[in-house]
Structures are given as C-alpha cells and as structure tokens.
C-alpha cells in the first residue's frame, strides 16, 4: 500500500531533486520539458529583440526577472521538495 501511494505521488514530480547540491535536475515529463523549452524560448527571443537600446535593455532585465521567478514557482510546487543532497543515502 505504501509503495503504491509513493508511485503515484512520484508521478506528479515533473522536475526531480539534483543528485548532488540544491535544487532541480532536469526534467522527467514531457509537461516539465515544455516549461523548460519555454523558459529558455522566451529568454533568448527577449535577448534578441530587448537588447538594442537602453530602455529596452531595462525590459529585458524585468523579463528574465519575472520569468525565472515564474520558473522557479513552478519547479517548486511541480519538484521534489528542494534540500542539500550529497549523494545516494546509505
């Protein structure tokens, strides 16, 4: 029953823990790839297109703000719970 109830929670987990260190691997649905792809779509097409002038350049710097705040946002609520891991425990 246990192991059961741990499969099915395991399948919410878009992005599991790192191995080593703090934070998120990458990730092991198709829903955590598409956040990703999408992160890094917005942040490169907003270097592209934000950049040329000063005020833009502000833009872009509220942009990737804003984005990898929603990133992270969603890493925490669709990720392991985030710790300090060094290792396979023993």
């Known amino acids: 029953m246990l192991?059961?109830?741990m499969k099915?929670?395991?399948k919410?987990?878009?992005f599991p823990s790192k191995k080593y260190g703090y934070g998120w691997g990458l990730p092991v649905t198709w829903q955590g790839w598409v956040v990703l792809l999408s992160y890094l779509l917005l942040i490169v097409g907003?270097?592209?297109t934000?950049?040329?002038s000063p005020?833009?350049?502000i833009l872009f710097i509220i942009l990737a703000l804003t984005l990898t705040i929603i990133f992270v946002c969603i890493c925490y609520k669709k990720g392991e719970k985030?710790?300090?891991r060094w290792g396979a425990k023993n």
């Open 12 to 14: 919410d987990i878009w």
């Open 50 to 52: 934000l950049t040329d």
């Open 3 to 5: 192991a059961r109830n």
């Open 46 to 48: 907003g270097s592209f």
């Open 55 to 57: 005020q833009k350049t």
């Open 82 to 84: 985030p710790k300090w």
């Open 8 to 10: 099915e929670e395991n």
